[in-house]
């Protein structure tokens, strides 16, 4: 398949993490990116490395056909901004398929509803919560698993998660990736929901549900969490993850320059020391996980400031840090094995 993902104004900053996520990780072929902030230039520039992908100030302008557009974007509330409409319309009339991780769904639109149903083209809510759910039951217990949890949003849970599984299935070891979130879905992973979409009381039952599942075939499995234990928005969602996946080892992201949660100001972020003992007090009752290793959100720090951090780190708590796109997964998969 080969894509397009939606990312106006947002590809390289906050609200971008979905683009992002995909640009880095999905199997499939990306033609494009929409994001007229940055038109003209290539994703690599800003990423060096990463895949040499043609960046378009507006879907008229894409040189290459494509099958599916991406809306890479995710404001907070998931609300679909009315700015984007007409470029969704236009992929749709093309019969195009669209993927979206929105609280707002396309297929329900009436607009797109109908332009699809004239065109053939398909429409995938990622949002949307499964059926059957339940109450959590504890029968999740015992399964081997490892939630990357964290001190905020977007302090790269979900690409952590993925670099530890590619990481282990290179030393040989059945390791799978539950995603919890829309991008982690469109990516690929061996199993998930969108946790934040399913309604309170079933969210940890849902959780159990994936590690039951992905235990079947993988001997290790690596979840992805959200949000963080003391953001005023998404703390509950937190909870049911960490609750709902049983982790036995916890790696903490950590952006060590953010100072309040992201887009509330006025709620600090506690010191780091003072997180990893909420994750573990919450943990102690359903899985006694412990916090193994501190992943660093370094993209807004020099080298010099990461590794000063990990030297901290290593040295003030006694357990490994590293942020993975700098140093790898090796060092935080090696503390999960221990």
Sequence with gaps: MRILILAHEKFTGMG????????????NEIVGILDRSLAGHYAD????GRRHVPIYENIESVAEDYDALIIG????????????????????????TVISGLHDFLSEDPEFRKIAEQSGAKIWDVRKPPENLRVADGSGRGVN???VAGTDCSVGKMLTAVELTRKARETGINAGFVATGQTGMMIGADAGYVIDRIPGDFMAGAMEELVKKVSATREL?????????THPAYSG???????????????????????????????????LERAIEMYETLAESVSGGRVVGIAIDGEHMSDEQVEK???WVESELSMPAADVFRHGAEKLLRAVLK
């Design 73 to 96: 974007v995710a404001p907070i509330g998931g609300k679909l901004p009315e700015a984007w409409r007409k470029e969704i319309a236009q992929a749709l009339s093309s019969g195009k």
């Design 221 to 229: 499995i690596f979840v992805e969490g959200q949000g963080a234990l």
């Design 309 to 311: 951090y990990v030297e």
């Design 45 to 48: 520039e800003f990423f060096p």
């Design 16 to 27: 971008g993490k979905t683009a992002r996520g995909v640009y880095f990780y999905s199997p």
């Design 145 to 147: 698993t490892v939630l």
């Design 237 to 271: 969602v937190t909870l049911s993850i960490l609750h709902g996946s049983y982790p036995r080892k916890i790696i903490l992201a950590h952006e060590p320059v953010r100072k309040e949660h992201h887009d509330y100001p006025g709620f600090p972020i506690p010191r």
